[in-house]
């Protein structure tokens, strides 16, 4: 069974500061990653995702996500953190093996809020 | 590119009714996905359909089921409601790739009184 773990329930940074938002991973074999974002009463949003190759991966808006399978992390980083970047982040991970066993769902974790302050 | 619509927005029903709450996929887009997200649950997979079939759901009863239509917008059924079924239901879809991101919609606001 595959699990996501985000330890922190709420990140505060000031703005400007970096950011990191932590998440690890449990799969049987090779993992898809994910993070999505999600502001107040409304849907998640795809930020970005591992599948292969490089480790440091760029998605939307700035973010960007690094990928350790020896740690079997994906901590989502921002260089420079901004108040509007304050809402509720989600690690999810689908694995590798999903389409044919039936099972191309995304597990996610807990959710991470990050609150960005002036 | 229009995204995931779901409807009605909000839905208010008494315990014991039956709920329908609706999604249209993004255009090109054959898979859809229904999840829960219930306060102090996290987000809980329900449901998948591509090509009209179910192919997985998640630890839910059967009285939550649904279908995929040939245009493959989605409904989500749930039958005899109970006050733990109060939860915002999200829809995504994506292609039938295993590499492919979910799109979400806002979601349904479902309240059992």
């Known amino acids: 069974a595959q699990s996501v773990a985000q330890p922190e329930d709420q990140v505060n940074v000031a703005e400007g500061n970096p950011l990191t938002v932590k998440c690890t991973y449990s799969?049987?074999?090779?993992?898809?990653l994910f993070w999505y974002v999600q502001y107040p009463n409304r849907g998640l949003q795809f930020l970005l995702k591992y599948i292969t190759g490089d480790n440091l991966v760029k998605g939307s808006y700035g973010f960007e996500a690094e990928f350790n399978k020896s740690q079997t992390s994906f901590h989502l980083k921002k260089p420079s953190a901004l108040v509007s970047d304050s809402a509720l982040y989600f690690c999810?991970?689908?694995?590798?093996?999903?389409?044919?066993?039936?099972?191309?769902?995304?597990?996610f974790g807990t959710g991470t809020q990050l609150k960005v302050e002036l | 590119e229009a995204g995931v619509t779901q409807s009605p927005t909000h839905l208010i029903k008494t315990r014991g009714q039956q709920a329908t709450l609706r999604c249209s996929p993004i255009?090109?887009?054959?898979?859809v996905y229904w999840y829960q997200q219930a306060l102090g649950l996290g987000l809980q997979f329900l449901l998948w359909y591509d090509e009209g079939e179910e192919r997985n759901r998640g630890n839910f009863p059967p009285r939550f089921s649904g279908r995929q239509f040939p245009n493959y917008s989605s409904e989500l059924n749930v039958n005899a409601l109970e006050l733990e079924d109060s939860a915002l239901y999200l829809c995504?879809?994506?292609?039938?790739?295993?590499?492919?991101?979910?799109?979400f919609g806002p979601g349904t606001r479902l309240t059992v009184t």
């Open positions: 255009s090109g887009h054959t898979s």
């Open positions: 799969v049987s074999g090779n993992p898809y």
């Open positions: 995504a879809s994506s292609l039938l790739l295993a590499a492919s991101e979910q799109y």
């Open positions: 999810a991970v689908r694995d590798m093996g999903g389409l044919t066993g039936g099972g191309n769902k995304l597990t």
